[in-house]
């Protein structure tokens, strides 16, 4: 079949025809527009000329953007180094350019200018969607305007349909995603050159995850086009054939390198985010079994992902029937593998019920990169068959408009719950609390945004160095606080509060003060819980001495094992005085180790602080060698302080690894003396 002008050029198709590929063009911004302004208005209760967005996660945009615009580089805090606790850098960047054009004020942040700068990026990028979607699709169909009308309306079914739409005009990344995806698509149909590659490296930016998940699809395109000779005939160096796969390296090395400047600038293992949401730094999560329930989780992911209201809905089986002749074109293989690699990714790394989670945020982009595909594939059947592809796109625009109103009441309902509760704390902080007092809370947005407070998040996301903790427990958590104000003196002599979930911390009531207000909403559907609370913290000065088995620094330190290795508690009890002690442990049912400093032939006195309801009676090995039995008694309600000795005859080296073996138990602090 002899080839086209446009055939092998994406963008040929939009220009053919002039004005009726600008009409279409223009038809696809007001759609953007029309929507932006309908989540608006979904936005606004009425009589009430201020909108909110329907969950807390935007506020984290809008802190770093505020800040970043300031000159204070994704700072959490204008005080802090940066942090990685927005999900995409380049949303991120795209807010600040905004704050620093003055689209939205800085100081007071203010609430309906900031909304109307996200909603207004969120439409450009979503109408930079059906464009880039239609060009790709365009390229596929390789006749003047034989399928630019049909792909558009095939990605303004994708922009009306209610989960998508819902996430597009909620403040999040998800148009961004989307455009990345859209331009993958578009670049993939491309014939040679480094435009794959250069956009898989751009997608990094977008979402870490999304640049992860190009990697096989870059190697499977720049393999195929190597096979191809797109490259070019060989030159005296010989790297013309595989020129596209040396491309092909070029977002490996770009996610490296966007890793390596995280680690460098936190001082973090990984991103925050990563840190705080994936399975992979569970404690007590392996590789191995993660990979196992891979198959398990996708599926179910996939299911929530392809339902509207707990039914699997018609555009959605649509879609998936859809995307299966995509596999018969270059760029729809590497889409499909793109958006398999991401979907088991994803399903490894968070789990069953990503798909559900606000509305299916983090699996959405590959749901999109494989409705691209499908376009791409029916595109081609479409130029074969010398038929119009628009009937299909009205048929599925047709389907997904019905989800359209529904997710407009979702969204009005979940921004009422937002006002309710995080819009409340957050007036409510910047009305009553000090302007020096420093506020310790796990929903990382709002609050700060609006609050106008120092901001610790407790849960990690923000503030560098609680998110491992946050994943061990409630009394992790504690003692990472505790540590964290004896770094910061000038923050510790300041007021203190909590505002948190309850429930996201067993037993943190323990320091709790006065709780001069709670923030309730009824039957929460968006948030953390149906109850926040602010109340003044009751942090000790100083860390107990000795051993905390729950610190996590600490357990480094003395290479503290227990199997399996079980949360970290928190506890308010008498000692032997009578005075309430706070003290935190972890519950351990199997061994636990630790190696502590000794000197050779010197008896060592071990101490533990514990409660009990029942005696425990425990092994002591001393470098795996039994040195005898330790009785703990009971205690219910008290702190006790039972002792072993270990002979001097027993230590060999300047230090000892003690093992206790016995039956379940609650663990806090080991001290010891020699003597």
């Known amino acids: 079949m002899p080839r086209t002008r446009s055939q092998g050029r994406p963008l040929a198709g939009l220009d053919a025809g002039g004005g009726r590929a600008a009409a279409w063009l223009l038809a696809a911004a007001a759609l953007a527009a029309v929507l932006a302004w309908a989540f608006w208005r979904a936005a606004r209760p009425a009589g009430d000329p201020s909108a909110v967005f329907p969950l807390d996660d935007p506020y984290i945009y809008l802190v770093y953007a505020r800040n970043t615009a300031a000159g204070h580089l994704f700072a959490y805090n204008p005080s802090d180094g940066p942090s990685s606790g927005a999900t995409s850098t380049l949303w991120t960047l795209l807010l ?10 800085v100081r007071p942040p203010g609430a309906a200018a900031p ?49 998508f739409a819902w996430g597009a005009f909620s403040g999040l990344e998800v148009p961004l995603s989307a455009l990345g995806v859209a331009l993958f698509g578009l670049a993939l149909s491309a014939r040679g050159g480094p435009a794959p590659a250069l956009l898989a490296t751009l997608l990094t930016l977008v979402r870490p995850d999304l640049g992860a998940a190009a990697l096989p699809a870059v190697a499977l395109w720049g393999a195929e086009a190597a096979i191809a000779g797109e490259g070019g005939p060989a030159n005296r160096h010989g790297i013309g054939r595989v ?50 329930h891979v198959p398990a989780w996708l599926g179910r992911n996939a299911l929530q992902l392809l339902s509207w209201r707990g039914r699997l809905h018609p555009w959605s089986l649509a879609l998936a ?62 130029r074969a068959m010398r038929v119009p592809l628009w009937p299909a796109g009205v048929a599925l625009l047709a389907l997904a408009a019905p989800t359209l109103p529904p997710a407009l009441a979702a969204y009005a309902r979940d ?28 929903d990382a947005g709002a609050m700060n945004y609006f609050g106008g407070r120092y901001t610790v998040d407790v849960e990690g996301l923000g503030s560098n160095g609680f998110a491992l903790p946050m994943r061990a427990g409630t009394g992790a958590v504690y003692e990472h606080l505790v540590d964290y104000f004896q770094e910061h003196p000038r923050l510790a002599a300041r007021p203190l509060y909590f505002a948190v979930y309850p429930g996201w911390f067993p037993g943190l009531r323990a320091v709790f003060g006065t709780c001069p207000a709670q923030f309730t909403v009824q039957d929460p559907t968006i948030l953390g819980g149906p109850t926040a609370v602010l109340c003044e913290a009751g942090l000790p000065v100083a860390p107990e001495p000795g051993f905390r088995v729950a610190d996590l620094g600490q357990d480094a330190r003395y290479a503290y094992t227990a ?22 442990g972890r519950s351990v049912v199997g061994p636990e180790s630790f190696t502590v400093p000794a000197t050779p032939g010197r008896p060592l006195a071990v101490t533990a602080v514990t409660t009990e309801l029942q005696p425990v009676a425990l092994r002591v090995l001393a470098d795996g ?34 093992t206790l073996e016995g039956p379940g138990r609650l663990t806090s602090d080991y001290r010891w003396t020699e003597g």
Not at 252 to 278: C, D, I, Q, Y
Not at 563 to 584: E, F, N
Not at 629 to 635: L, R, V
């Open 321 to 382: 029937a859809a995307a299966l002749p995509g596999l018969a074109r270059r760029a729809g293989r590497a889409l499909w593998l793109f958006a398999a690699a991401g979907l088991a990714l994803e399903g490894a790394a968070f789990g069953p019920g990503l798909g559900a989670l606000q509305h299916g945020r983090y699996d959405l982009p590959f749901l999109l990169a494989l409705e691209l595909a499908g376009a791409l594939g029916w595109a081609t059947l479409a």
């Open 415 to 442: 921004s009422l719950q937002i006002r309710g509760q995080q819009i409340a704390a957050s007036t409510y902080i910047a009305a009553h609390l000090p302007p020096t007092a420093v506020v310790m809370l796990n």
């Open 96 to 105: 600040a350019a905004g704050y620093r054009l003055g689209l939205a004020r």
């Open 243 to 292: 020129a596209p796969l040396l491309w092909a390296l070029l977002p490996a090395v770009a996610l490296a390198a966007f890793v390596l400047f995280w680690r460098g600038a936190t001082g973090e293992p990984s991103t925050n985010g990563t840190l705080v949401k994936t399975l992979f730094y569970a404690p007590g999560e392996t590789v191995g079994a993660l990979v196992r």
């Open 115 to 163: 909304m109307a700068l996200v909603l207004g990026l969120a439409a450009a990028c979503t109408a930079g969607y059906m464009a880039a979607f239609a060009a790709a699709c365009r390229a596929a169909a390789g006749r003047p305007q034989a399928g630019l009308a049909g792909c558009l309306l095939c990605a303004a079914a994708t922009v009306c349909y209610g989960r």
């Open 625 to 658: 060698r039994p040195v005898g039995t330790w009785d703990w008694p009971a205690s219910p309600g008290a702190w006790e302080t039972p002792r072993f000795t270990i002979p001097g005859a027993a230590i060999a080296g300047r230090q000892v690894r003690i």
């Open 563 to 584: 199997s399996p290795p079980g949360g970290t508690w928190l506890l308010r009890l008498p000692d032997a005085g009578g005075q309430d002690v706070v003290g935190s």
